[in-house]
């Protein structure tokens, strides 16, 4: 056996994997879909059964950072308080690596990353020979059909429960759509404000529904000023105020979950770092991807077991105690993708790089220089960007006329 397998026992010890087929995000959808009546799913998070269904999804909402920044969010503090007795878990874990594109497929499709194929932000197509970005910017001779082949739970349902995407114009015909969350009417709306709205009049005007609601705004402000920020407790004020409107205004028998596609940590400027100035980081490396706290490196076709093993140890020599640095076999067997089909294995880089702490790892042989101004990051497999919260939102009744409704 190569030097580098035993690597993880000379390491810091590695964290689970993440809950898949338990309680994961890629329970999310399906155990809706079961709780509104449909038996080809599993309820493997024993949600009640409702007649609709509003799936909260809110980007980079870690459970640690909802738990530390409560304050900021009293009626989801409330709910967390209130929501203690029920049967489904509170906490979930996202897909590996915990970055949006992974985990975004996972709860539309509830297929592992090792079965649909979206490895990261941005990966290899061996096809191409190329670096390819699976999120907003994808590379024309990807087709996301293709590219992500597991059916969707939207695509499943069909005719059967009438399905809708709320979320912002821009997403309606994006690949990352195609690929993730294919199969529902997609309704458009630019504002928080105006998706809780067009999400609550959908659901009035359906006796039944699985709706998806994305919110973007948390995640944008933890980028671009970090989790410590004012922006970044302002939007969960944002986020707050607009759950408990979305409570007051959907019909009685809706059940709201909240849940996230990742957490965050912030990563000090000093602690990004620019690993392609160091000669040894790079050594036989073609190919660099991934996100700057998840990175696939890839190696050049001619690269013999020595070249990985020194890299190996280069990289835990300069950050092992930093980071966990691994080999393509040993996060499968880690079972971070869950099961991996040949197709997604070729996607996977030789030798990743996990962070463990509060740093963040860059190519600017590759990426422009300002990508290092992001504070708040995600990625790896520590609790702070994996576990995420699920929330059960109690629909507030309603007064009219003088009767509570």
Partial sequence: MPETQSAPTRQHELPAAPAYGVSSVGEIFTSAAAALGDGRFHNALRLPAAKR??????????????????????????????????????????????????????LGTGAVPGAHGMLGYDVLDPRQDKVVNLLGNWDPGVDPLSWQPCPTVFEQLDSHIPTATVSLPKFEHSPMTRAALRGSKFLGATSPQARVQLAAETLAAN??????????????????????????????????????????????????????????????????????????????????????????????????????????????????????????????????????????????????????ESIAFYDLRRVRPQAMEVVGQHGSITKAEREVPLLRIPTTPRVVKGKRR
């Fill in 53 to 106: 269904v509003c799936v909260v999804l809110v980007d980079g909402l870690g459970k640690a950072l909802l738990k530390q920044r409560s304050g900021h969010a009293p009626f989801l503090r409330s709910v967390m308080a209130a929501d203690s007795a029920g049967e489904h878990p509170r906490t979930l874990h996202a897909a590996f690596p915990s970055t949006t594109a992974t985990s975004l497929t996972s």
């Fill in 207 to 356: 006796p039944t529904m699985l709706m998806y609601l994305y919110w973007s705004e948390l995640d944008k402000a933890g980028h671009a000023r970090g989790t410590d920020s004012p922006e970044w407790e302002h939007q969960l004020e944002e986020l707050d105020a607009g759950m408990k409107r979305l409570a007051a205004t959907v019909p009685p028998d809706t059940l709201i979950l909240l849940s996230a596609d990742h957490g965050m940590v912030d990563v000090p400027r000093s602690a990004r770092i620019d690993f392609s100035a160091f000669p040894e980081l790079v050594a036989g490396v073609r190919h660099t991807a991934g996100e700057p706290r998840m990175v696939h490196l890839y190696l050049e076709p001619d690269a013999g077991a020595d070249v990985r093993a020194e890299l190996v140890a280069a990289w835990l020599d300069r950050f092992g105690k930093k980071a966990w640095v691994l080999t393509r076999e040993q996060v499968i067997d880690a079972g971070y993708f869950g099961d991996v089909s040949p197709e997604a294995e070729a996607r996977i880089g030789d030798v990743l790089v996990l962070a463990r």
